[in-house]
């Protein structure tokens, strides 16, 4: 499955995908077969960071 491209779609997309059914950023990567790095350098252009306690990028 391709994830969004559009930093703020790939956001909500990213957090609503971790609130709703996986507990870390790592296995949402794993299971979606993506680079983890590549989703928080994305968000990090927007200014979130990925928040582990909160499991969501802030």
Do not use: G, W
Request: charged share 20%; with cysteine.
């Amino acid at each position: 499955m391709a994830i969004p491209n559009d930093p703020m779609i790939l956001l909500s997309y990213i957090n609503t995908q971790l609130r709703d059914f996986y507990p870390s950023l790592e296995e949402l990567c794993k299971a979606h077969s993506v680079d983890m790095q590549e989703i928080i350098n994305k968000l990090a252009s927007i200014d979130y960071q990925y928040d582990q306690k909160l499991n969501r990028f802030v």
